[in-house]
Nanobody, 126 residues
Framework: QVQLVESGGGLVQAGDSLRLSCVAS????????MGWFRQAPGKDREFVAA????????YYADSAKGRFTISRGSAKNTMYLQMNSLKPEDTAVYYC???????????????????WGQGTQVTVSS
């Protein structure tokens, strides 16, 4: 069974940092783009960042640029999101996803992703 498991969420204060991890159970996911999305209470799920299979190309939402860094582990089936200078508006459940079947591109659209993790809660207090 395909699984994506996120970890690393928690309760932090504004200005703190967190590093989220996502591990894919299938090594074959190492050959595909992956992304991070988040969903705040009462809001739609939104794109945060994405990375190509090689890790050479990364994409960010405007809200994440300059503060968040997406990366992949050496085994490529692990993905990270380093979040610095966190703000209360970053509070959300963060999901990782893998893009298997659709052509390259359109990384900001959640319908382009085929498997999702269960999410990890990030809460930033002011």
């Amino acid at each position: 069974q395909v699984q994506l498991v996120e970890s690393g969420g928690g309760l932090v204060q504004a200005g703190d940092s967190l590093r989220l991890s996502c591990v894919a159970s299938a090594p074959s996911f190492s050959g595909y783009p992956m992304g991070w999305f988040r969903q705040a209470p009462g809001k739609d799920r939104e794109f945060v960042a994405a990375i190509t299979w090689s890790g050479d190309d990364t994409y960010y939402a405007d809200s994440a640029k300059g503060r968040f860094t997406i990366s992949r582990g050496s085994a490529k089936n692990t993905m990270y999101l380093q979040m610095n200078s966190l703000k209360p508006e970053d509070t959300a459940v963060y999901y990782c996803a893998v893009k298997l079947y659709s052509p390259p591109g359109n990384y900001q659209y959640e319908n382009q992703y085929d498997y999702w993790g269960q999410g990890t809660q990030v809460t930033v207090s002011s």
